[in-house]
């Protein structure tokens, strides 16, 4: 079986952010970097060559085979800024309805700019992700 794209790597994260061509996502990021390092109260680190993530846990599907990921993180992609909201969004229907403009996949919250969120609720929503991964897997320490 493939070893995995995505692990967790030295690469400097600040290096990797200042290497965003978009002032406006460079910025927004730095502020996603912030609010994450505050809620996770861990360092972020690097996954593959562009995703920004705090903690770890280890994911295992149904056919068995595992994989450690962050309990968190962002990319600055070039469409959006994507944040990794592991456990989906199906339990934080309230919060979505005041956060703002964004799309969403499974488990990844895809916002154009921060100006269009509501911060006080995206940290509330980053929050509460991070509790309820702490609290159904067993987090690898960073």
């Known amino acids: 079986m493939a070893e995995p794209k995505t692990k967790r790597n030295d690469s400097s994260v600040e ?4 290497s965003v061509a978009n002032t406006q996502k460079r910025r927004d990021a730095f502020t996603v970097l912030e609010l994450m390092r505050k809620i996770t109260k861990a360092e ?28 968190t993180g962002f990319s600055p992609r070039q469409q959006s800024l994507t944040l ?8 934080y229907g309230e ?9 969403t996949g ?13 911060l006080p ?5 980053v929050k509460e992700s ?8 067993k987090p690898k320490p960073q």
């Open 130 to 137: 991070v509790q309820h991964m702490r609290k159904i897997t």
């Open 95 to 103: 919060l979505m309805k005041k956060l703002g403009k964004y799309k």
């Open 106 to 118: 499974k488990s990844c919250l895809y916002i154009k700019t921060l100006d269009e969120i509501h």
């Open 44 to 71: 972020p680190a690097m996954w593959g060559s562009s995703i920004v993530g705090f903690g770890a846990y280890r994911y295992k599907y149904a056919s068995g085979r595992e994989l450690e990921w962050p309990l």
């Open 121 to 125: 609720t995206l940290e509330t929503l």
């Open 84 to 91: 990794y909201i592991m456990p989906g969004f199906t339990r």
């Open 15 to 18: 290096a990797f952010l200042n």
